[in-house]
């Protein structure tokens, strides 16, 4: 079965950036081209939020107009790892992170991890 594994987290100053990978195995072929890959965020008290995601077919990239201009997207299909780089934070990008596959009726989500920005 397919499984998706997230590490980078943590805690940074405003204004730092950090960088979340999440790497998938368990799937006989590239799950990267096979399926969408995004990354959702929710924070205590609020709504899941889908902050991007990137189509392998095409390379088109979305992003939440929070995020628009300070985090990116890529994908590494041959180690099949999906990146999200975060420039600019602020505090109100503090959130669990999931990385998240999807399409053809199935989703598969990674454990999540912390991202806290604070002074």
């Known amino acids: 079965q397919l499984q998706l594994v997230q590490s980078g987290g943590g805690l940074v100053q405003p204004g730092g950036s950090l960088r979340l990978s999440c790497v998938a195995s368990g799937f006989s072929g590239s799950a990267l081209d096979y399926f969408q890959v995004g990354w959702v965020r929710q924070a205590p008290g609020k709504e899941r939020e889908g902050v991007s995601c990137i189509s392998a077919s095409d390379g088109d990239t979305y992003y939440s107009d929070s995020v628009k201009g300070r985090f990116t997207i890529s994908t590494d299909v041959a180690k099949n790892t999906v990146y999200l780089r975060m420039n600019s934070l602020k505090p109100e990008d503090t959130a669990v992170y999931y990385c998240?596959?999807?399409?053809?009726?199935?989703?598969?989500w990674g454990q999540g991890t912390q991202v806290t920005v604070s002074s």
């Open positions: 998240n596959l999807f399409g053809r009726g199935r989703d598969y």
